[in-house]
């Protein structure tokens, strides 16, 4: 809980600060399967961007003490490594918990489209179970006045 | 950039995503030790991200060996497993050992528990075959299977339970290093 209120005092402190808000949601094709994942996430005017994601992914053939999705809850850190008008490569930092248990880190980088001004294209590529994976998403932009 | 080149890389992205993928059966993984060294190559950092840990292996006949004396021969080699809930590996781990002894090749449940070491036998394999081995980590115990053989359940000490859990990978000794190259192939399954 105390861990909670930290974490959600950060974000309420980065809001503020915050020149976009942004959210994704996408799929990650890794060699155990796709995951749906959501992103929530506060882009400074240098678009270094923290937030939170939310990723489940259907599980195949586990034992009976198994949930039938995974789960995989946490934080990550976008940092822009080049970027353009409407072109931004950006390397992103995930870390969280696999079903409340399982601590781990995933690294990814990810280049975005913006095709409107709020709408953009995500594709990137991570590392998931010791292998690459690929993701894709839609990313909208709730831009501050 | 014009919509349609967004639309094309959207394209080629979903192409890559959903058909170009290897296939998962084909994701087999040769480890090497070299001679004379105990860590196996390619050198990973993975973490367990399920409470079971399934994978095939397939040795070869570079799994027999002679160490010369019995003490050493009789050393456990290690296969595949995790070290427990932010421990390290010599105070809370489970894996898969293995052993050329009695002109068998011999698989055990290797674990430490609070530092110190749990042995026991599961079974035999042959080389140039690949065999399934799982680890199931439960709240109170380990469940180690080989093939279809009965399961062997060793008691977990660790009271931890949210953490990092970090997968163990192939090496050889004991106290010996490996007396020549020795493979074997592994295929986790997710």
């Not at chain 2, 014009?2 to 994701?27: D, G, K, N, Y």
């Not at chain 2, 430490?112 to 079974?123: M, P, Q, S, W």
């Not at chain 2, 799982?134 to 660790?158: A, W």
Request: aromatic share 14%.
């Amino acid at each position: 809980m105390k861990t909670l209120l930290i974490v959600l005092s950060c974000f309420c402190t980065l809001s503020l600060h915050a020149q976009t808000v942004e959210t994704l949601l996408g799929v990650e094709k890794t060699v155990a399967g796709s995951a749906l994942s959501l992103r929530l996430g506060f882009a400074t005017k240098r678009n270094i961007a923290p937030g939170v994601f939310a990723q489940v992914k259907p599980r195949i053939g586990f034992s009976e003490t198994t949930s039938d999705y995974e789960t995989f809850l946490g934080s990550y850190l976008q940092i822009p490594i080049a970027s353009s008008e409407k072109l931004l490569v950006t390397f992103t930092i995930q870390g969280g918990f696999v079903d409340y248990r399982f601590l781990v880190v995933t690294p990814l980088a990810e280049t975005r489209i913006m095709v409107r001004r709020n709408l953009g294209l995500v594709f990137g590529l991570g590392y998931r179970y010791g292998y690459p994976s690929a993701t894709s998403s839609l990313l909208y932009r709730f831009k501050q006045k | 950039m014009s919509r349609r080149v967004a639309f094309l890389i959207l394209l080629i992205q979903a192409v890559v995503m959903f058909t170009a993928c290897e296939p998962e059966s084909e994701l087999v993984t040769s480890f090497v030790i070299p001679s004379g060294e105990h860590y196996s190559t390619p050198r990973m950092f993975e973490s367990l991200q399920s409470n079971k840990l399934h994978f095939k292996a397939r040795f070869n006949e570079t799994a027999i060996y002679d160490l010369g004396n019995i003490a050493d021969q009789n050393s456990k080699n290690k296969l595949l497993g995790f070290s427990d809930c932010n421990a390290h590996h010599h105070e809370n781990s489970a894996r898969f050992a293995w052993q050329w002894f009695n002109n068998e090749l011999q698989i055990y449940a290797y674990c430490y528990l609070n530092g110190i070491r749990e042995e026991r036998f599961l079974g035999t394999v042959h080389p140039d075959e690949f065999n399934d081995y799982s680890i199931t980590l439960e709240d109170d115990f380990y469940v180690f299977r080989l093939n279809q053989l009965d399961p062997v359940k060793i008691d977990r000490t660790s009271t931890c339970d949210k953490g990092l859990y970090y997968i163990l990978w192939p090496y050889f000794g004991g106290s010996m290093p490996a007396p020549h190259d020795i493979s074997v192939d592994i295929k986790i399954l997710y």
